[in-house]
C-alpha cells in the first residue's frame, strides 16, 4: 500500500479564496483523522471519521471549516472563505482504531503546507 | 476531553547520553500511549507505544514506562544517536477504547556529537 495520500503537499493562496485538501486514507481502514499542526499549538485533531461518519468534529475551530468523506476511500477538508490565521501543516491520517487485535497506530500523510496571504 | 501536558519542549544531549520526556494526562479511563517521532518536514510516525496492563516496554534503544496512579508516562532513549533529533510527541486516547489521540505540544530533541 502507498500509504495515506494527500494532495495539494504545498498551497498558497489570498485571504478570501477557498481551499481544498484532499486525502486518500489506507485500504481497509475504517477511521479518519484530519490534523492541524502549528507551532503554537501542535498537533490539533479537527474531525474524525469512522466508517465514513464524522463522530467528532469539536475540534474544527470556525464554520468556514468543513469536511466530508464521501466514501472509504477519499476525504476533503474545505476552507472557506480562508484567512492568514489558517497557515499551517494539515494531515490526514488513518487507522484501523482500537478494535481487537488492531494497535490503533495512526499512519500519517505527508501533509499539506498551506500559506494564506 | 482529555489534557496531555509534554515536557520539557527542547532538550539537548550529547551523543551517547541518555534523554527522558514525560507526559501527563487527565483522563483516568485511558489505557494507550504511544508516542510519534517527527523528524523535520516529515510525518510523524508511531516508534513505541504502551497499554495500561504493564508498567514498562522496551524496544531495543527506546523504552516507555507508564504510572497510572499518577498518570503519566515517559519516553527513554538510551544511547542517543544524530538520528534520534527530531520531534517527539506523546499522546493518549480520549477515553477507554476511544479512537481520538490527544496529542502533547511535541519535545525537540537535539542530538550533539
Known amino acids: 500500500d502507498a500509504g495515506v495520500i494527500q494532495s495539494p503537499r504545498h498551497e498558497v493562496t489570498e485571504m478570501g479564496q477557498e481551499v481544498t485538501l484532499r486525502c486518500k486514507p489506507i485500504?481497509?481502514?475504517?477511521?479518519l483523522f484530519w490534523y492541524r499542526q502549528t507551532m503554537m499549538r501542535g498537533l490539533e485533531l479537527l474531525i474524525y471519521?469512522?466508517?465514513?461518519?464524522?463522530?467528532?468534529d469539536s475540534g474544527m475551530p470556525e464554520d468556514r471549516f468543513s469536511a466530508k468523506m464521501p466514501n472509504a476511500s477519499f476525504s476533503t477538508l474545505k476552507i472557506q472563505p480562508s484567512e492568514p490565521r489558517d497557515s499551517a501543516v494539515y494531515f490526514c491520517?488513518?487507522?484501523?482504531?482500537?478494535?481487537?487485535?488492531?494497535?490503533?497506530?495512526?499512519?500519517f500523510g505527508e501533509g499539506s503546507r498551506l500559506t494564506v496571504l | 476531553g482529555e489534557n496531555v501536558e509534554q515536557h520539557p519542549s527542547t532538550l539537548s544531549v550529547q551523543e551517547g547520553d541518555s534523554a527522558v520526556i514525560k507526559c501527563t494526562y487527565s483522563?483516568?479511563?485511558?489505557?494507550?500511549f504511544p508516542w510519534y517521532k517527527q523528524e523535520l518536514g516529515k510525518r510523524p510516525q508511531l516508534i513505541i507505544d504502551?497499554?495500561?496492563?504493564?508498567g514498562e516496554k522496551k524496544d531495543q534503544r527506546i523504552a516507555v514506562t507508564l504510572n497510572k496512579t499518577a498518570k503519566h508516562f515517559s519516553l527513554h532513549i538510551t544511547e542517543t544517536q544524530p538520528e534520534d533529533s527530531a520531534v517527539y510527541f506523546c499522546?493518549?486516547?480520549?477515553?477507554?477504547?476511544?479512537?481520538?489521540?490527544?496529542f502533547g505540544k511535541g519535545t525537540k530533541l537535539s542530538v550533539i556529537p
Open positions: 491520517a488513518s487507522s484501523l482504531g482500537l478494535l481487537a487485535g488492531n494497535t490503533g497506530e495512526l499512519f
Open positions: 485500504s481497509g481502514h475504517n477511521s
Open positions: 483522563d483516568s479511563a485511558s489505557n494507550y
Open positions: 471519521f469512522n466508517n465514513n461518519v464524522p463522530i467528532d
Open positions: 499522546a493518549a486516547p480520549s477515553g477507554a477504547g476511544s479512537y481520538q489521540l490527544t
Open positions: 504502551i497499554r495500561s496492563n504493564v
